[in-house]
């Protein structure tokens, strides 16, 4: 297996892993904020734009989120870019999402875009250095699977959200569980 199919097989893992939370994910578990900011709905959504923004950047290309319209669909009021680094407890919460198929679709066309671009590197292209600021310099290879390494990360605490159960939480204070 070459580097690059190794890294869409880690690529494909968000998508796949929110997918598979699809029947439990009501509008009111999606919004919920069991003692934390971050409800499922800011977990899957920043997930898939971190993943838009680290890639459009390396490809040169226009994010998914201005290019497919998910900025409009979402409707969520935000600068083009905005992809929840540095929320803070109040915008985090603000982050509010109604419709779990539009988080889904929004994280697959994000990861289609990501196994696009890396069906356009080579081994040579993976080696090369992008960011120096760091110690050791980050590679083309090391932030790739930064981004994907990230996004399963907050797609895994969206699940642990999701396995506590739309009945843990008070349904007049949806972000207080029970």
Known sequence: MSSVEILKDVARR??????????ALSPTLL???PHH??????????????I?????????????????????????????HDMGFGHSPKQ?????????????????AVV???LT??????????????DEQWDPPVTRSARLVSVSLDAVAH?????????????AFDADHADQPR
């Open 14 to 23: 968000p998508r796949d892993e929110a997918q598979a939370l699809r029947s």
């Open 52 to 80: 838009d923004e680290q890639i459009a950047t390396l490809s040169g290309s226009e994010t998914v989120w201005t290019a497919q319209g998910f900025d409009a669909r979402f409707n969520l009021g935000l600068s083009e």
């Open 92 to 108: 985090a919460r603000q982050i509010r999402v109604q419709d779990a198929d539009l988080l889904l679709e929004h994280l697959d």
């Open 155 to 167: 797609v895994n605490q969206a699940a642990y959200i999701t396995g506590m159960g739309a009945d």
């Open 37 to 50: 900011d971050n409800s499922i709905a800011w977990l899957l959504w920043h997930a898939a734009r971190e």
């Open 31 to 33: 919004n919920a904020h």
């Open 112 to 114: 289609q875009a990501q």
């Open 117 to 130: 671009y890396l069906d356009s590197l080579s081994e040579a292209d993976l080696e090369e250095v992008i």
